[in-house]
């Protein structure tokens, strides 16, 4: 979509509110309405990205149960889908015990994949 890959980070559910009342055909104006919401940026939900994975991180070790996440990603809130997890999980390096460290997770997400 668009708005993502002009640095604004919606839900899926904002997406759908905010174009529901548009027509297929958006004229530049009326995507510079949508696009000038008060839309977060991916940088903007690092600390509440963390905060999560701190809720996770068991003990305290700055590593995540790559199981307890996917199962969260799939069935709460604005769920993912197993396609979704899957291409999630492809990048981030998971140890031999099923967890992987969140900071990295968190900063693929939050600068993108590759980025520092």
Request: proline fraction near 3%; hydrophobic fraction near 35%.
């Amino acid at each position: 979509m668009a708005i993502r890959a002009l640095s604004k980070n919606p839900l899926e559910s904002e997406l759908q509110q905010a174009f529901s009342s548009l027509p297929d055909d958006l004229s530049f104006g009326q995507f510079q309405s949508v696009y000038g919401k008060a839309w977060l940026r991916p940088d903007q939900q690092d600390a509440d990205l963390r905060k999560f994975m701190q809720l996770l991180d068991h003990d305290d070790n700055g590593k995540v149960s790559e199981s307890e996440l996917r199962q969260l990603l799939l069935t709460v809130g604005d769920t993912l889908s197993h396609q979704e997890v899957d291409l999630l999980f492809e990048e981030i390096p998971i140890d031999d015990q099923g967890y992987f460290k969140f900071d990295e997770l968190v900063n693929s997400l939050v600068n993108g994949w590759g980025g520092k």
